[in-house]
């Protein structure tokens, strides 16, 4: 887990796709570099891409993965974090137990 936390920090976290890639880590076992080919692949961007905090903001905003804010202000059409993982995990094809017990409630 530690890791998987560094490598996270490293790719700016929630800023870039270190968080994504570190799911696909924990989730499937896979090593960073193949992570990283793999988020990149499903998000349509390079693997330079997955650590520029600007781009990725932007495509985050798009798919509505949840984006880190600098100030108090948000988006008018931002998920909320619930909504985001269940977001991601459509995006990269990987359970998350929160939206898993979502769908399960929901009847999905």
Request: hydrophobic share 40%; glycine share 10%; proline share 4%.
């Amino acid at each position: 887990m530690d890791i998987a936390h560094s490598c996270a920090s490293g790719m700016n976290g929630l800023r870039a796709a270190g968080d994504l890639v570190v799911r696909l880590q924990m989730s499937r076992g896979m090593r960073l570099k193949e992570a990283k080919a793999v988020v990149a692949d499903k998000l349509g961007v390079t693997t330079r891409d997955l650590s520029d905090p600007l781009a990725m903001h932007e495509l985050r905003g798009r798919l509505r993965l949840g984006r880190l804010f600098e100030t108090e202000t948000t988006y008018f059409r931002d998920p909320s974090p619930l909504e985001a993982k269940w977001h991601i995990s459509e995006t990269l094809g990987i359970p998350i137990n929160s939206v898993i017990k979502l769908r399960a409630g929901l009847g999905f």
